[in-house]
């Protein structure tokens, strides 16, 4: 899967942080990376509050987004080199002070890069893809991207020459595969019907089974 950096130019104010979040949960879903949408949307809004409440409102700034290895790097840029994120221990009646503590808390690095121009605040997630350009998923989604990549290349053995299906065309294998898993169900004489119920049944409880990972580790 192709995840190419992008960046949007927006004006630091109140109003832009529901925008800028539903603009990174959409580009999130686009990369197979739902998973991480939460912990993206909390440092997204507290990277952008801390540039309207220490440089100021109206600040012009930028939000950039990659995927750098296996972690999906946040980065917001502004002008005043001055105003210099702080990580602050906000005791529980404090009314600020924990913007910072809140995307240390969730993400797995970060820190502050000073440019000729502008500063950079980052920060970095963990993804949980096996490579940049994988799938996340867990081990269930590895195994689906190798029996794609074979389908794909029966289907199309003479345009069989990317160890990868496309981004743009892994829902239309995804979905041949299903139709194809159907047809292969009702020949041998079972109830394709059934079989997509109990699967759905599986799939649901799967995902909605808590993480067992209770630890809190960060690597």
């Known amino acids: 899967m192709s995840r190419k950096p992008w960046d949007l130019d927006f004006t630091a104010e109140p109003e832009e942080v529901a925008a800028l979040r539903r603009v990174m949960m959409l580009h999130l879903q686009a990369w197979g ?13 507290e990277l952008v509050s801390n540039v309207i409440t220490h440089v100021g409102p109206g600040t012009p700034t930028t939000l950039a987004v990659s995927v750098r290895g296996t972690r999906l790097r946040i980065e917001i840029h502004d002008p005043d080199m001055r105003a210099l994120p702080t990580l602050l221990s906000a005791g529980p009646d404090s009314e600020g002070g924990r913007g910072m503590a809140l995307v240390d808390a969730v993400a ?3 820190g502050v890069l000073l440019l000729a121009d502008r500063k950079v605040t980052w920060c970095e997630l963990a993804t949980g893809l096996s490579s940049g350009n994988g799938y996340g ?9 190798t029996v ?8 199309n053995p003479r345009a069989a020459t990317s160890s990868a299906v ?22 041998h004489g079972c109830d394709p019907g059934e079989a997509l119920a109990r699967a759905q ?19």
């Open 33 to 45: 990376l739902e998973d991480v949408t939460h912990e993206a949307q909390l440092c997204v809004s």
């Open 108 to 110: 797995d690095n970060w």
């Open 137 to 145: 998923g867990g081990a269930r989604a590895a195994r689906v991207e």
């Open 148 to 155: 794609f990549r074979l389908y794909d290349a029966a289907r």
């Open 166 to 187: 496309c981004a743009t065309g892994v829902g239309k294998v995804a979905i041949d595969v299903i139709i194809d898993v159907l047809y292969w169900l009702r020949a």
């Open 201 to 219: 049944t599986c799939f649901e409880a799967e995902v909605l089974e808590p993480s067992a990972d209770t630890s809190g580790h960060r690597s």
